[in-house]
Structure formats: C-alpha cells, structure tokens
C-alpha cells in the first residue's frame, strides 16, 4: 500500500493551511496562472517549480538511528532549506500594533468547471454527479507533461516524479460512499469546516451560501466555479494613532479581502459584524449556526461513524 512518506510523496498535501497574507504553497501560487478567461478560453499557466515547493529534503535516519555512531550525528537536513509548507506560519503584515494575519486553508475545490479536467489530454480527470472531481490514475500514469498543473489556478494538483502520476484531494470519495463525512471535516478540533448540498436549502452549507451570503469562493474570478466557500475573518478593531481602539476600522485591510473573495465581501463582513452584535444580547439564527453545538451539523448528509461503517478498521 502506497503511503504518504513514499518517495514521490513529498509535495502532496490534501489541503494546506495559508498564512496569509504570504506567498504561500507552492511559493507565489497565487500567479502562476490557470482556470478561464473572460472569453471562456483555458489559461494554460505554470507548473511550480521544485524550488517553490521546497521542503527539507531526505534526512539521514539510517545514519542517525542505526548507523551507531552514537550522538555525533543528528536528525538535520543536508542542505539548508528556503521555503516549504507552513513556511510563513503566523508571519502576517502591518505596523505594530495594528499587525494582523489570518488563515486560508486550500484544498481542491472540486470546480463547476474544472480547468484541470479540460487540459488533460489524456482524459483521466472527470466530474462525477455529484461534483467530485477525481483522478483516474491508471489512466493518467505515465504522464510526463502533467498540464492538469499547470491549469489549475489554485496549483491543487501535484505531480509525482516517481510514479509519473498527479494527485490531488478526492474529497475522500470513498467515505462519501459510505455515508462518512470526509476525513478533514470530522476531524477538525474547531469545528472550521461544513459538508452539504448547495441544492438542500435548508442545509447549513446552503444557508451560508445562498440565505446569508456570508460564505464565497476564492478567487471567483479565475473562472472555475469553485466550490469551496469562505467565511471571511472578523479581525480585532484596529487602534488608531493614539493608541484609541477604532471600532470603524478591522485591522485586516478590506482589500486584502477583496481581492481574495470578491466583492461580496463588504456585505459578508456587514451581515457577520450585524449578527454578532445581535447574539450579544439576544439571539442569532446565523451565529448559532456558525457556532455549531452540535457537532453532527457539520457532517450533511454525510452523518455516519466510520466505525459503524467499517467496524474491523
Ligand atoms: Fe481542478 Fe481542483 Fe484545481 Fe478546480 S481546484 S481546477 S477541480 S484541481
């Protein structure tokens, strides 16, 4: 069985978590280029290159577990590294004390209309009816001209050098199948992530994003259709030249927002900052919805226990 430390491995993360603002991963992602253009013509873009991935390459266990030589030797890589995943964790921008970052988690957004889908020559990418985007990789192995990468305005794909395939998140289709949320939903301690049906109205991820307007895509305008959605961050007031708090102003600048989900962030923001204030003193259908007490309304329609499932596993 293949695993996530084979070699070829190295690059694949299911969803990444984005300081931003940052460069992010792989480094500059956000301008390599990709998805549609405005006369519904593929962008080709870019396929990052092994230095935008970084990493800290192989470290010398055998050496240092079994090598016997004891403590002269230790776990370091052999060349010292520039760049990785997470590598701006937490770094942010601005002027103290009105610093600011937050987080963008990224994973495959499993598009309308997947660019990734339309470059591969070889077929091998496809929606399914109900919207998952998946690689078939028998027929995708021997690729040497991985264009799927190079299409995705996300950069979402990674090429394996090793088995010449690509690989991306599948949405943990085969949990999906048998009723189980996928894994990075009914795992996350914050309650951060919803799974639903756009077309169950009455479904969280529908309310967020089709009731209260308060969940967008990212970068809507790469022409993908992406259907993962954000809720945007409620960042502290800012303080102003006398060290006053300014409740008018977020310390995270609103273009930085805009430019990342769009314009309907300024009426997202409203309706967040309206409902909160709201909940303080009385009740919120939109607060206690992100709040989320009962755990379970994450999951959709997608509620099983995998041990339920697959009681041996
Ligand atoms: Fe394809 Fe996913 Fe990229 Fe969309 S985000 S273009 S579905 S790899």
């Known amino acids: 069985m293949l695993r996530t430390n084979d070699r070829g491995m190295e690059r694949v993360w299911w969803m990444k978590v984005n300081t931003v603002p940052g460069r992010g991963y792989p480094r500059d992602w956000e301008t390599m280029g990709g998805g ?33 030589k004891g403590t002269s030797v230790h776990l370091a890589p052999k060349v010292v590294p520039s760049w990785g995943p997470n ?22 957004n499993h598009c309308w209309n997947p660019s990734c889908a339309a470059a591969c020559e070889k077929g091998a990418i496809t929606k399914d009816d109900q919207g998952i985007v998946t690689i078939d990789q028998s027929a995708c192995s021997d690729c040497v001209e991985p264009a799927c990468v190079e299409a995705c305005p996300y950069k979402e794909i990674t090429y394996d050098e090793v088995r010449r395939v690509a690989w ?68 502290p007031a800012a303080f102003g030249s006398g060290g006053e708090v ?16 769009g ?26 919805l992100l709040i989320a007490p009962r755990w379970q309304t994450l999951l959709g329609p997608w509620p099983k226990d995998p041990s339920e499932v697959r009681p041996e596993a």
């Open 36 to 68: 549609w253009d405005a006369s519904g013509q593929l962008v080709r873009g870019v396929r990052p290159a092994a230095q935008d991935y970084g990493g800290i390459g192989e470290l010398p266990y055998e050496e240092v577990f079994y090598g016997g």
């Open 87 to 108: 590598w701006e964790e937490d770094t942010g921008a601005g002027e103290y004390p009105n610093s600011y970052f937050f987080y963008v988690p990224r994973l495959c």
């Open 168 to 235: 991306k998140c599948d949405l943990c289709a085969a949990r999906l199948a048998d009723g189980i949320a996928p894994a990075c939903i009914r795992q996350c301690p914050g309650r951060a992530i919803w799974i639903g049906r756009l077309d169950e109205e009455d479904g969280p991820v529908a309310q967020l994003v089709g009731r209260w307007k308060v969940a967008l895509p990212l970068h809507a305008e790469w022409g993908t259709g992406p259907h993962v959605y954000y809720i945007p961050p409620l960042a």
């Open 246 to 261: 300014d409740p008018a102003r977020s310390r995270i600048p609103l273009d930085e927002l805009r430019r990342l989900f």
């Open 263 to 288: 314009a309907g962030v300024d009426g997202a923001l409203e309706t967040l900052h309206r409902e909160r204030a709201q909940r303080r003193t009385g009740s919120s259908e939109l607060m206690d």
